[in-house]
C-alpha cells in the first residue's frame, strides 16, 4: 500500500515539475483541450470572476506563478492519515518548486443497488509540511530553491519538407488553384495550441503544419481511396530521432489520437509513421471529410507538439 502511494506521490511532483516548463501558450492549449472550446479559455474563466483583468498582464503574472511552482496539489484517497508522516518526508527530500501540498481523506460507503457514496472526511489535526523556499531571478528567469533539500535545484526550419502549391511568383495553374479552394476551410482552422504555425498547402493535395523537431511535420490529404492525417518527416530526423525517442510513449500517444490510429510501417511506401485514416466511402460529401481532418488535425498537434516541445528543450 504505502509503495503504490508513493508512487502516487512522485506522479504528482513530477506533474508539477512539468508545469513549471510550461508556457502560457501549454496552459492555454490543455485547458481548451477539456471543455473542447477554441480561445484564451484560461483568460475567459478568470475574467468571468473578475471583469477588470488585462490579458496580457494576466499571461505575464501566470507564467510567473508557473515558473515558480506556486500550484495547489492535491491527493485524494482513502486510508491516509496513517502514511502522512512518511508522505511529508518524501516531498520534503524530492520537492524543489513553491507548491502547497494537500491530503485529502476520503470515505467511501457502498449502498447496493444505490450507488456508492463519497464522502470527504475531515480531519481534526491538521499536518503542515514546511519547506523553506529561495526564490531568485537571474537574467530575466525564475528559479526555486529549497534550503535543506537533498536534491540539487534544477539549472536552468530546415530543408522544404515538399513543394508549396503554386509557382514562381504565387502564380497557380487551374488545377493547384482548385485544390487550394478545396483546403481552404481547412487551411483556416485554428488550433487550441496558439503557438503552431497555420497550415499550408503543399502540391499535389495536402496540407501541413510544421513542428518543432526540424524536418518533421503533421500532414492531412485526400486521394482516391482514403483520407487521413500522419505524422510525417525526412526519415533520419523522424525515425531515427522523434520515433525513437518517443518510443516509450507510443502505446500512450496511440491512446490519445482517434480511434485507428496506426503506429510503424503504416504508409504505403513502407517508411514509419502515425497515422489515422478512414475510407473515401464513409463520407457523404467533402464537407464531411473536412469536417474529419479538422479536429483530427487539431487533436495531433494538441498530443504531438508539447511532447517534441519537451525534446527540443
Not at 75 to 103: C, P, W
Not at 157 to 185: D, L, T, V
Amino acid at each position: 500500500m504505502w509503495e503504490a502511494r508513493r508512487k502516487v506521490v512522485a506522479q504528482v511532483l513530477d506533474y508539477a515539475r512539468a508545469i513549471s516548463r510550461w508556457s502560457y501558450a501549454d496552459l492555454q492549449r490543455q485547458v481548451s483541450m477539456a471543455p473542447s472550446r477554441h480561445g484564451n479559455i484560461p483568460f475567459e474563466f478568470a475574467k468571468a470572476v473578475n471583469p477588470t483583468l488585462v490579458e496580457h498582464q494576466f499571461a505575464d503574472a501566470v507564467v510567473r506563478t508557473m515558473r515558480s511552482g506556486r500550484i495547489l496539489l492535491l491527493i485524494a484517497g482513502d486510508g491516509i492519515r496513517e502514511d502522512v508522516g512518511a508522505l511529508a518526508k518524501l516531498i520534503n527530500r524530492n520537492a524543489a518548486l513553491g507548491f502547497s501540498f494537500g491530503l485529502v481523506e476520503v470515505e467511501l460507503y457502498d449502498l447496493g443497488d444505490d450507488g456508492l457514496a463519497i464522502q470527504p472526511r475531515v480531519i481534526a489535526r491538521t499536518d503542515v509540511f514546511e519547506r523553506n523556499i529561495v526564490i531568485y531571478q537571474a537574467d530575466g528567469s525564475v528559479g526555486v530553491e529549497e534550503i535543506g533539500s537533498e536534491d540539487e535545484p534544477e539549472r536552468g526550419p530546415s530543408a522544404n519538407p515538399g513543394k508549396k502549391a503554386g509557382g514562381q511568383g504565387g502564380s497557380e495553374n487551374p488545377k493547384q488553384a482548385e485544390y487550394r479552394r478545396w483546403w481552404q476551410p481547412v487551411l483556416g482552422m485554428s488550433f487550441d495550441d496558439p503557438d503552431q504555425e497555420p497550415l499550408k498547402l503543399y502540391w499535389p493535395n495536402n496540407v501541413r503544419a510544421q513542428l518543432l523537431w526540424p524536418g518533421t511535420w503533421i500532414t492531412a490529404y485526400q486521394s482516391t481511396r482514403t483520407c487521413g492525417v500522419f505524422l510525417a518527416g525526412r526519415k533520419r530526423e523522424l525515425e531515427e530521432e522523434v520515433l525513437h525517442l518517443l518510443s516509450p510513449q507510443l502505446d500512450q500517444i496511440a491512446s490519445e489520437l482517434p480511434e485507428g490510429t496506426e503506429i510503424g510501417n503504416v504508409r504505403s511506401s513502407g517508411e514509419m509513421a502515425i497515422k489515422t485514416t478512414r475510407a473515401i466511402g464513409t463520407y457523404k460529401n467533402d464537407d464531411e471529410k473536412r469536417e474529419w481532418l479538422n479536429p483530427v488535425l487539431n487533436q495531433y498537434v494538441n498530443v504531438l507538439r508539447p511532447r517534441l516541445k519537451h525534446l527540443v528543450e
